[in-house]
C-alpha cells in the first residue's frame, strides 16, 4: 500500500472547534472530506484527500469516488492521467458519469484525442454514452479534424451523429471527407453507412453502401437493420439474401437486422426458418435480443402463447425487456391462454422492475383497455405513493442544422419560439382548404 503524506488536509479545518460549545464539535467525516474536495487547489491537496479517503475506509463509496474523479479531471489544478488511474481502479462498473468527466476533461486539453481512445474503451467495456457522452467527445473530435485528416477521428464523430441523431453534422462530415480527397475505405464506409441509417436518411445510406467497392459484414449489418427499422422489412431480406450469395458471412447483428425486418413484415415462418438458420448454417448462438425479437414477430401476428413458450424453452432467464415486449403484445382478451399469459408477464416484469415507473403505467393501462378501473387507478396510485415516474415521451426533429425536442406533457403556450403558434396556423389552414 503506498503511503501519502496526508497531514496538510487539517489544514482546511479551524483548530479551536472547541470554542463553539453550543454546537457539534466535529462535523462528519463525510462532511469533513466533501469540504476538502470543494477547496482542492492542487494535486498534492488531491492526493492527501484520496489517502484520507482510504484512511476513512470510503473507498468504495461511489458518490465520494465520483467526486475525487471529477475534481482530478475538471478542476483548475487537475490530473487527468489521475484521474484514468481512478476510473479504471474504482470499480465504477456502468456508470457513465464518470467516464463524461474524463472525456470532457480530455476534450478540453492539449491531448483531444485521449477523449477518442477513452470513448472507445467506454464502448468495449460495455458501459452505455447519453447525451452528455457525445457533446464532449464531438469537441475533442472537432480539435482533432482541424489539425489533421485523421480516419478515426471522422469513425468516431459519425458514430456519435448517429447516436444523436445529428444528420446535418453527419453531412457536413460527410463534406469533409469528400472535400479532403479522403478515400472511403470499409471502416468510414460503414460508419456513413450506420450514420445515414440511424437518422433517418436510408436513400443516402443505400447509395453509400453501393459506391464501396469492399464491404465487410459490418457494412451489410448497418444497411440491412437501417432498412428494417425503417420498414423498408422485403428490401432488407432482399438484401441479407444478396449477401448470402456474397464471400461475406452474417453475424449476430445481421440477424437482428433479419429478424426486425420479418417483424414488420408479419413473417412469422420466414423468421423462424432464419431463427434457426442462425445457430445451424452459421453456428451462432442465439442471445437475448434474438429471443426478444421472436416475441416480437410472434407478438405482432397476435401469437401470445406461442411468444409465451418460446420464452419459457430459453436456455437464459429471461430479461425485462422480453416480458414487457410480450406484455406490450397481450390485449387482455385473446382466447386460448391469452388474459393468462398476459397476466403472467405482468407478475415477471415487475418482479425484475418494480421501480421502473413505464412498466406500472403499461399494467395500469392494460387494466384500463379491460375496463378494470380500480386496478388501473390501485397501480397509478402506488405510482404516486413511492413516488414513481414515468420518463416523458420524447420526440425531435432537426430544423436549421439544430435538434428540437418535444416532450409529452410539455406545455406548448410556454413555447417562446412561436413553433406552436406556427402549428395552429397550419392547422387552421388545412381546415379551411378542406371545406
Same mark, same amino acid.
Given at each position: ?76 489544478? &487537475? ?48 458501459? &452505455? ?203 387482455? +382478451? ?11 408477464? +405482468?407478475? +415477471? ?87
Amino acid at each position: 500500500m503506498v503511503r501519502l503524506w496526508i497531514s496538510a488536509v487539517h489544514q482546511f479545518f479551524p483548530i479551536n472547534v472547541h470554542n463553539y460549545s453550543s454546537k457539534p464539535k466535529f462535523l462528519s467525516t463525510k462532511h469533513q472530506l466533501l469540504s476538502l474536495l470543494n477547496h482542492c487547489s492542487s494535486t498534492n491537496h488531491l492526493f492527501e484527500i484520496h489517502a484520507q479517503i482510504l484512511v476513512s475506509g470510503l473507498q468504495n463509496d461511489s458518490f465520494f469516488t465520483t467526486e475525487l474523479l471529477r475534481v482530478a479531471a475538471l478542476s483548475p489544478s &487537475r490530473n487527468l492521467s489521475y484521474g484514468c488511474s481512478l476510473l479504471f481502479h474504482c470499480h465504477f462498473h456502468s456508470a457513465t458519469m464518470p467516464w463524461n468527466f474524463i472525456i470532457r476533461g480530455y476534450s478540453s486539453s492539449d491531448s483531444p484525442q485521449e477523449a477518442i481512445s477513452l470513448f472507445g474503451e467506454m464502448r468495449r467495456r460495455g458501459v &452505455r454514452p447519453n447525451n452528455l457522452t457525445f457533446p464532449f467527445l464531438l469537441k475533442a473530435c472537432a480539435t482533432l479534424a482541424t489539425l489533421q485528416e485523421d480516419e478515426t477521428t471522422m469513425v468516431v464523430i459519425l458514430s456519435a451523429c448517429a447516436e444523436l441523431g445529428n444528420l446535418s453534422l453527419g453531412r457536413w462530415v460527410h463534406s469533409q471527407v469528400v472535400g479532403r480527397g479522403m478515400v472511403l475505405n470499409v471502416q468510414l464506409g460503414t460508419a456513413f453507412v450506420d450514420m445515414y441509417a440511424k437518422s433517418g436518411d436510408v436513400g443516402c445510406a443505400r447509395h453509400v453502401f453501393n459506391c464501396l467497392k469492399q464491404k465487410s459484414v459490418w457494412t451489410w449489418s448497418a444497411m440491412i437493420l437501417g432498412l428494417a427499422q425503417h420498414g423498408f422489412a422485403n428490401e432488407a431480406i432482399e438484401l441479407f439474401t444478396n449477401m448470402m450469395s456474397s464471400p461475406i458471412v452474417p453475424n449476430h447483428v445481421t440477424f437482428i437486422g433479419v429478424l426486425c425486418a420479418c417483424s414488420h413484415a408479419g413473417l412469422v415462418d420466414k423468421s423462424y426458418h432464419y431463427f434457426n438458420l442462425m445457430e445451424r448454417v452459421y453456428g451462432i448462438k442465439p442471445m437475448m435480443i434474438h429471443y426478444g425479437s421472436m416475441v416480437d414477430v410472434l407478438g405482432r401476428a397476435g401469437q401470445v402463447k406461442e411468444a409465451y413458450e418460446l420464452i419459457m424453452s430459453m436456455p437464459v432467464e429471461p430479461d425485462p425487456i422480453v416480458w414487457r415486449t410480450l406484455l406490450s403484445a397481450c390485449s387482455g +382478451r385473446d382466447v386460448n391462454g391469452g388474459a393468462e399469459v398476459a397476466e403472467e408477464a +405482468r407478475k +415477471r416484469l415487475l418482479e425484475l422492475e418494480p421501480k421502473r415507473g413505464g412498466n406500472v403505467v403499461m399494467v395500469a393501462n392494460k387494466f384500463a383497455e379491460l375496463g378494470m378501473w380500480k386496478q388501473a387507478a390501485d397501480y397509478r396510485r402506488t405510482m404516486k405513493d413511492r413516488g414513481i415516474k414515468k420518463m416523458a415521451g420524447e420526440s425531435c426533429i432537426e430544423l436549421g442544422g439544430s435538434l428540437r425536442k418535444f416532450f409529452s406533457g410539455f406545455d406548448s403556450r410556454a413555447a417562446p419560439d412561436g413553433i406552436y403558434d406556427l402549428l395552429d396556423g397550419l392547422n387552421l389552414h388545412m381546415q379551411l382548404t378542406n371545406f
